[in-house]
């Protein structure tokens, strides 16, 4: 239910791929509509050529130096009203030119009432409040704008649902963009979520448990291997360590040793392993310190994966 809102799509005349009789008037075949003309599939008469144009209706030259463009900026789901709200200018007009004291004033009224009138409810101002709140994080995190939309989308499902009564509008908001890079495979650690969130771990681990709960998100298991570019980066190991760590990984989820274990500890564990058979100076300490999780956790995903191997160079050798 909810996961259909979330991929919203709109309408467009191009991609209209039957007439509303499809039958042809002269044979009675089929007919087809592309983004050009209609046309019929059996005898190929043109029924019709004059589709949308959706161009626009001006031409613009180099040596032009006025803009004679008016269509605006395109309509966006971050933003409450699609990116249609008015913003009233302060001290220049449209051309740069200084504005007297008095038209300053006016605008200054104008602008207080049209703020004052933005929201037509308070449902209104809590959609305004937490699209905001995934923009920033969206931000801060240097993510893309598909999925900045999507998590825009996915909280706006949210409200819909009447998710965010008893729940702070910062926590829906951190865990639609959680939700929405778990469903697109991204990695992203809830700690660096928290970083930048206005809102606690637990406030946004519980939040996206109710989300995927009630809007059934498709969301995947958190691959190990996922983890390391990342782990590799901060550790700055060497590139044959960081293939092999992606080696050890791959073979270690495609067994069931990483069933019911944190992904981190054993993307750790990969990458500990690799670095001490190519020399490298790693501790635990500072592999799990940069993975999130313990030298404990760290050692037993270690002592499992070197059992894993073992056991495969036996098989191998008998």
Not at 47 to 53: K, N, S, T, V, Y
Request: proline fraction near 3%; include cysteine; glycine fraction near 8%.
């Amino acid at each position: 239910m909810a996961t259909r809102d979330i991929y919203e799509t709109a309408f467009d005349e191009d991609v209209q791929c039957e007439s509303s009789s499809n039958n042809c008037p002269e044979c009675s075949g089929h007919v087809a509509t592309n983004a050009v003309e209609t046309v019929c599939e059996d005898c190929g008469l043109v029924i019709a050529d004059q589709e949308i144009d959706h161009g626009p209706e001006w031409r613009s030259f180099e040596d032009d130096d006025s803009n004679r463009e008016r269509t605006g900026a395109p309509l966006t789901a971050a933003r409450h009203d699609r990116g249609l709200s008015t913003e009233i200018g302060r001290r220049t007009d449209a051309k740069g030119r200084t504005l007297s004291g008095s038209k300053r004033r006016q605008l200054a009224r104008l602008r207080r009432e049209q703020t004052r009138g933005r929201f037509q409810s308070k449902a209104e101002r809590n959609l305004a409040h937490g699209l905001g709140e995934v923009r920033r994080i969206a931000s801060t995190l240097e993510l893309s704008g598909s999925i900045r939309d999507q998590a825009c989308q996915l909280f706006q499902s949210a409200q819909r649902e009447d998710l965010l009564l008893g729940r702070s509008i910062e926590a829906v908001a951190a865990a639609s963009v959680y939700g929405v890079c778990r469903c697109h495979g991204r990695p992203i650690s809830r700690d660096d979520l928290v970083d930048v969130a206005r809102v606690d771990h637990s406030g946004v681990t519980n939040t996206y448990k109710t989300l995927n709960r009630e809007l059934g998100l498709p969301t995947q298991p958190v691959a190990p291997q996922s983890l390391l570019p990342k782990l590799a980066s901060e550790l700055g190991v060497e590139k044959r360590v960081r293939r092999r760590a992606q080696r050890l990984a791959e073979r270690a989820h495609e067994t069931s040793i990483t069933n019911g274990y944190q992904p981190s500890g054993v993307a750790a564990a990969c990458l500990y392993l690799a670095s001490q058979e190519n020399g490298e100076s790693l501790t635990q300490t500072q592999v799990a310190e940069v993975a999130g999780t313990t030298p404990a956790t760290l050692r037993a995903r270690r002592a499992e994966l070197i059992e894993l191997i073992d056991g495969e160079v036996q098989v191998a050798s008998t």
